[in-house]
Every structure is written in structure tokens, then in C-alpha cells.
């Protein structure tokens, strides 16, 4: 059965950093995408960064580019977010969620992943 599993949210005053990771369990993610999504309490689940397995090419939400990095380990199934100069804005659940047949031109809607992580806390709050 696969299985994501995200870790590495936290409280963090604005400013800081923090750094999450997404592990997969009986998964390979293949020439598939990874991807990382948001909710804030109130709002719909929103798009944050997605990476192309294969290649590592990157797609970022107009909100976090610059300031946040997805990437991956190159042997192990771990794909990570790093996250610089957070504001309270970010705070949110974050998911890492997995598709093998995601569309290129789509790759920013949640109903293109099949697997999800269990969700991971991040606040930022000063």
C-alpha cells in the first residue's frame, strides 16, 4: 500500500526557516510529479510547488517563489520543501501529495495526485 509520510512543520517566527520532508513507503515516483499543497483554516487547499521526478524540474506558486525550494534526495524516495522568509500568511496545514500521470498543463490541481501525505503543521506567529 502506498504510503506519503510529511514531517518537519512547526512554530517559527517570521523570518525563519523551516524545512519539511516527504516520504514515500512502497512507492516509486518514476518520471511521475511530487508536489506540496496548503490549507489555511477557511480556505481551499492551494497549490505551493510541485517537482517532476526524473528531470527535477520545479514549478512554484507566484506566492512562495523565491522564497521556497522544492528538491529531492538522488537515491532515496524523499522529496523535500525548504521554506525561507515565512510570514503569518504561510501558516497552514501542508500536504506532499504524489501522481504518475499528472498533466504537465495541470500540474497545480490537487485532483491530479493520487497519493497524499498525512498533513504537517506549520505556524508562523511572532
Known amino acids: 500500500q502506498v504510503q506519503l509520510v510529511d514531517s518537519g512543520g512547526g512554530l517559527v517566527q517570521p523570518g525563519n526557516s523551516l524545512k519539511l520532508s516527504c516520504a514515500a513507503a512502497?512507492?516509486?515516483?518514476?518520471?511521475?510529479?511530487v508536489a506540496w499543497f496548503r490549507q489555511a483554516p477557511g480556505k481551499e487547499r492551494e497549490f505551493v510547488a510541485a517537482l517532476r521526478w526524473r528531470s527535477r524540474h520545479t514549478y512554484y506558486a507566484d506566492s512562495v517563489k523565491g522564497r521556497f525550494t522544492i528538491s529531492r534526495d538522488n537515491d532515496r524516495s524523499t522529496a523535500y520543501l525548504q521554506m525561507n522568509m515565512l510570514t503569518p500568511e504561510d501558516t497552514a496545514v501542508f500536504y506532499c501529495?504524489?501522481?504518475?500521470?499528472?498533466?504537465?498543463?495541470?500540474?497545480?490541481?490537487?485532483?491530479?495526485?493520487?497519493?497524499w501525505g498525512q498533513g504537517t503543521q506549520v505556524t508562523v506567529s511572532s
Open positions: 512502497g512507492y516509486t515516483f518514476g518520471n511521475g510529479f
Open positions: 501529495a504524489a501522481g504518475s500521470r499528472v498533466i504537465l498543463s495541470s500540474y497545480s490541481n490537487p485532483e491530479q495526485y493520487d497519493y
